[in-house]
Nanobody
Framework: QVQLVESGGGLVQAGGSLRLSCAAS????????MAWYRQAPGKQRELVSR???????NYADSVKGRFTISRGNAKNTGDLQMNSLKPEDTAVYFC?????????WGQGTQVTVSS
């Protein structure tokens, strides 16, 4: 069984920064990939960023140059550094990890960017 918990969300002014963290627990040998998704009010869920175990990172065009995905310092953790935040970044952010081809989702954390 695998459980994911996101943290670090909150309220920030436009231009500010937040760092989201994802912690996985349970039966984990290795994480093949991790990703961050978000769902904003009135919009569909979208992929924000994905990082493979080999170190390949991908970003949505809307966040390129502003967001950085990385493995966390602690085992089975990951981070999403968000800089130069915009009101349109407001959404619930979800961490997703892939283990042996299976995806596991966290409960989400709210990020609100005020103008």
């Amino acid at each position: 069984q695998v459980q994911l918990v996101e943290s670090g969300g909150g309220l920030v002014q436009a231009g500010g920064s937040l760092r989201l963290s994802c912690a996985a627990s349970g039966t984990i040998f290795s994480i093949n990939a991790m990703a961050w998704y978000r769902q904003a009010p009135g919009k569909q869920r979208e992929l924000v960023s994905r990082l493979t175990s080999g170190g390949t990172a991908n970003y949505a065009d809307s966040v390129k140059g502003r967001f950085t995905i990385s493995r966390g310092n602690a085992k089975n953790t990951g981070d999403l550094q968000m800089n130069s935040l915009k009101p349109e970044d407001t959404a619930v952010y979800f961490c997703v990890v892939t283990i042996f081809g299976r995806d596991y989702w966290g409960q989400g954390t709210q990020v609100t960017v005020s103008s």
